[in-house]
């Protein structure tokens, strides 16, 4: 579904992707982990098209992305939670919900949000900004999903959680993936992304230095030295 050739781009003159090659196939969870500043959120911002690429390809269902705005990738079925939630926090918990659904001028289905995450449904008519940081993390990613992607971007979904709500965000991420969403999942928690991945990448320094099944990962050598702390 998602094919990522060699591509580069940069902050100013500042290279942050270096050639950087993955794919993505229908109904995967994919994991990209490595360390902060190894360009993980990068390259989800690149497959968005919020941030450029200066180099490479990037093809989702055989289709060149090449000229395609933010706008349009999501309305080719790219739909991206961003890092840090960036809920509208003014905004009633379903109006954030219901925006989800607009740029892709889909239908939304409310009530299979509400089931994924019944929490959301409860506090409907609050404010966004009134919720806790799990609950902000739940709702950003129903809003994602209200745009029925064809493929979810998650980026850091476990940043700034406790165990117990990372526990539970794996879980519904997990579920997403029985139901069939394909997934590029971001995080640093490489141990749980690793977890509950089908395959797995690790990026350095804009580079991508390993890839494989995300059990053999799980167990390299050298990513339990430098990721999982074993």
Do not use: C, W
Not at 126 to 134: H, R, V
Not at 146 to 156: G, I, K, S, T
Request: avoid cysteine; aromatic fraction near 4%; charge should be positive.
């Amino acid at each position: 579904m998602l094919q990522v050739e060699n591509v580069e781009s940069r902050y100013g003159r500042i290279p942050a992707l270096r050639g950087v090659s993955l794919n993505v196939a229908p109904g995967e969870l994919v994991a990209l982990v490595g360390a902060n500043g190894a360009g993980k959120t990068t390259l989800l911002r690149a497959l968005s098209a919020v941030q450029p690429i200066t180099g490479g390809r990037v093809r989702f269902d055989g289709q060149d992305m090449a000229g395609l705005h933010a706008r349009q990738r999501v309305q080719a079925g790219i739909v991206q939670v961003p890092e840090g939630r960036q809920v509208f926090e003014p905004m009633t918990v379903e109006d954030n919900l219901r925006l989800g659904a607009f740029a892709r001028g889909a239908r939304g289905a409310l009530e299979r949000i509400y089931d994924l995450f019944p929490v959301l449904k409860q506090k409907a008519r609050e404010l966004a900004g009134n919720l806790s940081g799990g609950q902000q993390q739940m709702l950003a990613i129903g809003r994602a999903l209200m745009a029925e992607p064809r493929l979810l971007l998650l980026d850091e979904p476990s940043m700034g959680l406790a165990p117990r709500l990372v526990s539970e965000i794996f879980a519904r991420i997990t579920q997403l993936k029985t139901l069939g969403t394909t997934i590029l999942l971001v995080d640093q928690n490489a141990r749980a992304a690793l977890a509950i991945a089908d395959r797995g990448y690790v990026m350095e320094t804009g580079r991508i230095v390993l890839a494989g099944s995300a059990h053999d990962l799980l167990h390299d050598p050298q990513v339990q030295q430098a990721y999982l702390g074993v």
